[in-house]
């Protein structure tokens, strides 16, 4: 017995190389959006400095890649996926050919085939206003969920992809069937499992370990077939090259439950390829208001608000020691007065236990004994 859903001649030149590839001067056909890709943001008067210098172009950013075209020569292009960007950043560059202006740059450090690459993207659009603006800001914000969605496009082995034996759904990810009892034929002996088929993957988890995993998107299945093993039949599905071209067994009973979930791979696989999702969704226009909202919080934040300050009462202050000042001042014009007015003699004081000079009328006990007023000597307790 041997079914087969394989990729027709058609299907294997659309292999997925958009986001994996680094390209310079491109075919045409190279340069179009291929089935799934979506084109997110567009950044006009862009100038590729260092491979095109002088040459205005456009930055195209989709959610598999980055595509600079140029307006001058049309066979002039580059092609940069995600996959291959190792570092991005922006800086300030002085133009020659306007008067060394400041002018915004975005720069990227790509690998590829062990090959270093440099790029130098300039905005040459002569705007002020442009050089204050982060007009590659999508470019940074896409390339981040390009890598936070890997599991929509690559096989992944022993991820972190189930929970207390649930699979972590994936957003707009749909779970169609979930089927126990499938044994991994990696091994000699097998392991015991589950099988879960979403409309974006396969995915399969051991009942004994659920870190021994595999998740596999239908983009990276080059082929499905059910053929004989010496476990009996089994549903055998091999990867692509870019998926590593691994080839796995599974064996699923009984033989009618298995022709069940072949033919349920072979309806979404033709589903997806025709109309992948590659898990990037991403509004440029929503992006550019919540920078500006962050931008005008910030310039906020730094400007002086009378709202935003406590008046502070300084008659509490003045109120410090006032009595006791007072008090002070009149023992020092005792002392400086004539000998023919008389001194305050000494009493006993039951408060305080000791004998003290005799308050003079106006005067309390505690006014001169408590230094700080009632108020902020609680406060600083």
């Given at each position: 017995m041997l079914k087969t859903l394989g990729k027709s001649d058609a299907q294997h030149q659309n292999l997925l190389w958009e986001d994996k590839q680094v390209k310079f001067d491109s075919p045409q056909h190279h340069t179009r959006l291929r089935s799934g890709e979506k084109l997110l943001d567009t950044i006009y008067h862009i100038e590729d400095s260092k491979g095109n210098p002088g040459d205005t172009g456009k930055l195209l950013v989709t959610n598999l890649r980055i595509i600079w075209h140029s307006l001058v020569h049309k066979k002039f292009n580059l092609s940069i996926g995600y996959a291959r960007i190792g570092n991005t950043n922006t800086r300030l560059v002085h133009m020659h050919t306007k008067g060394r202006m400041p002018s915004q740059a975005l720069y990227i450090l790509a690998l590829s085939n062990e090959t270093r690459f440099e790029f130098l993207f300039t905005d040459v659009s002569g705007e002020t206003a442009r050089r204050d603006q982060p007009i590659f800001a999508s470019v940074f914000d896409v390339h981040l969920l390009y890598q936070r969605t890997f599991l929509y496009r690559d096989l992944k082995l022993r991820g972190a992809i189930v929970q207390a034996g649930q699979l972590i759904i994936l957003p707009d990810e749909q779970v169609y069937s979930q089927v126990q009892g499938v044994w991994n034929l990696s091994s000699d002996q097998g392991n015991l499992g589950c099988f879960v088929v979403t409309n974006v993957r396969l995915v399969w988890y051991a009942d004994a370990n659920e870190t021994f995993n595999i998740s596999l998107p239908y983009l990276q299945i080059d082929s499905v077939r059910i053929r004989e093993s010496k476990y009996g039949p089994a549903l055998v599905i091999q990867t692509a090259e870019t998926g590593g071209g691994y080839v796995l067994g599974f064996r699923i009973d009984p033989v009618e439950r298995l022709n069940e979930l072949f033919k349920e791979l072979c309806s979404l696989h033709t589903i997806y390829t025709e109309q992948p999702n590659f898990g990037i969704n991403y509004d440029p226009q929503d992006a550019r208001q919540r920078v500006a909202a962050a931008a005008e919080e910030a310039a906020q934040a730094t400007q002086f608000k009378i709202d935003d300050y406590q008046e502070m009462d300084e008659r509490q202050e003045r109120e410090i020691n006032t009595k006791l000042n007072n008090y002070?001042?009149?023992?020092?014009?005792?002392?400086?007065?004539?000998?023919?007015?008389?001194?305050?003699?000494?009493?006993?004081?039951?408060?305080?236990?000791?004998?003290?000079?005799?308050?003079?009328?106006?005067?309390?006990?505690?006014?001169?004994?408590?230094?700080?007023?009632?108020?902020?000597?609680?406060?600083?307790?």
């Amino acid at each position: 017995m041997l079914k087969t859903l394989g990729k027709s001649d058609a299907q294997h030149q659309n292999l997925l190389w958009e986001d994996k590839q680094v390209k310079f001067d491109s075919p045409q056909h190279h340069t179009r959006l291929r089935s799934g890709e979506k084109l997110l943001d567009t950044i006009y008067h862009i100038e590729d400095s260092k491979g095109n210098p002088g040459d205005t172009g456009k930055l195209l950013v989709t959610n598999l890649r980055i595509i600079w075209h140029s307006l001058v020569h049309k066979k002039f292009n580059l092609s940069i996926g995600y996959a291959r960007i190792g570092n991005t950043n922006t800086r300030l560059v002085h133009m020659h050919t306007k008067g060394r202006m400041p002018s915004q740059a975005l720069y990227i450090l790509a690998l590829s085939n062990e090959t270093r690459f440099e790029f130098l993207f300039t905005d040459v659009s002569g705007e002020t206003a442009r050089r204050d603006q982060p007009i590659f800001a999508s470019v940074f914000d896409v390339h981040l969920l390009y890598q936070r969605t890997f599991l929509y496009r690559d096989l992944k082995l022993r991820g972190a992809i189930v929970q207390a034996g649930q699979l972590i759904i994936l957003p707009d990810e749909q779970v169609y069937s979930q089927v126990q009892g499938v044994w991994n034929l990696s091994s000699d002996q097998g392991n015991l499992g589950c099988f879960v088929v979403t409309n974006v993957r396969l995915v399969w988890y051991a009942d004994a370990n659920e870190t021994f995993n595999i998740s596999l998107p239908y983009l990276q299945i080059d082929s499905v077939r059910i053929r004989e093993s010496k476990y009996g039949p089994a549903l055998v599905i091999q990867t692509a090259e870019t998926g590593g071209g691994y080839v796995l067994g599974f064996r699923i009973d009984p033989v009618e439950r298995l022709n069940e979930l072949f033919k349920e791979l072979c309806s979404l696989h033709t589903i997806y390829t025709e109309q992948p999702n590659f898990g990037i969704n991403y509004d440029p226009q929503d992006a550019r208001q919540r920078v500006a909202a962050a931008a005008e919080e910030a310039a906020q934040a730094t400007q002086f608000k009378i709202d935003d300050y406590q008046e502070m009462d300084e008659r509490q202050e003045r109120e410090i020691n006032t009595k006791l000042n007072n008090y002070l001042a009149d023992g020092c014009l005792g002392v400086l007065a004539s000998d023919s007015e008389p001194t305050r003699e000494p009493i006993y004081c039951k408060e305080l236990g000791f004998a003290m000079e005799r308050i003079p009328e106006g005067y309390k006990l505690q006014d001169l004994w408590q230094v700080l007023p009632t108020k902020m000597a609680t406060y600083d307790e």
